[in-house]
């Protein structure tokens, strides 16, 4: 079956680390992203990535950062830097690039960190 | 991309239609209408999109105002699974471009028995 999947579910995390956020697609979608979710709140936007090699910043960008080496992979770092990271996270993905009429988004089902 | 309004809360019988509003009364010509849902600790889900005519699929109805100033989703047969935040979503859909999405806070929908 083709989808997203995000690894771990949940994750704890002490402060002063760094950890990565496993996000992989099986749909060959060009276009992936990530967002942040806090209780009660929308999806906010932290990076995205059009095509291999290359990724833009969101509107909350500070405190993290990914790579798209390949296609169906877009792991998201949280470093140390970001100073409030407990929250839910979202990946996403879509056809992208060249799609011009229907540009829908697939998400995984989140992985919840825990800053201890 | 144009801002969105919608209540933060509506309840719904389970059985009946359940109408969800949303206002986006600075929407512009080439922004479409997104919807999507999103079940408690889930990833949310797409359900319909529209520009100006009123669209319908397997989960929902689409109904967009003549002005496109607002729309209503319809979920025409509430069930229990319905229970939710249904986020509305308008963005511009441009060649080239995988433009992200802007999720606002959305309409918490409770499917009562």
């Known amino acids: 079956d083709g989808g997203i999947t995000q690894s771990p579910k949940y994750l704890f995390r002490k402060e002063g680390q760094n950890v990565t956020l496993s996000c992989e697609q099986n749909l060959n979608h060009d276009a992936m992203y990530w967002y942040r979710q806090d209780p009660g709140q929308g999806l906010r936007l932290i990076y995205y990535s059009q095509i291999v090699n290359d990724f833009q910043k969101g509107d909350i960008a500070e405190g993290y950062s990914v790579s798209r080496e390949k296609k169906e992979s877009f792991p998201l770092t949280v470093t140390s830097a970001q100073k409030n990271p407990t929250a839910f996270y979202l990946c996403?993905?879509?056809?992208?690039?060249?799609?011009?009429?229907?540009?829908?988004?697939?998400f995984g089902p989140g992985t919840r960190l825990t800053v201890l | 991309d144009a801002k969105t309004t919608q209540p933060p809360s509506m309840d719904c019988a389970e059985g009946r239609a359940a109408n969800l509003p949303c206002n986006h009364s600075?929407?512009?010509?080439?922004?479409?209408v997104y919807w999507y849902r999103q079940i408690h600790s889930q990833g949310p889900q797409y359900i319909i999109h529209?520009?100006?005519n009123n669209e319908t699929n397997e989960m929902a109805s689409l109904i967009i105002t003549e002005d496109r100033k607002s729309s209503t989703l319809i979920l025409p047969h509430a069930t229990l699974r319905d229970t939710a935040v249904y986020y509305c979503i308008v963005r511009v859909i441009t060649s080239g471009s995988a433009r992200q999405l802007t999720f606002g806070s959305g309409t918490q929908l409770t499917v009562l028995p």
């Open positions: 996403a993905s879509s056809r992208g690039v060249l799609i011009s009429s229907y540009n829908e988004q697939f």
């Open positions: 600075t929407i512009s010509g080439n922004e479409y």
């Open positions: 529209g520009l100006k």
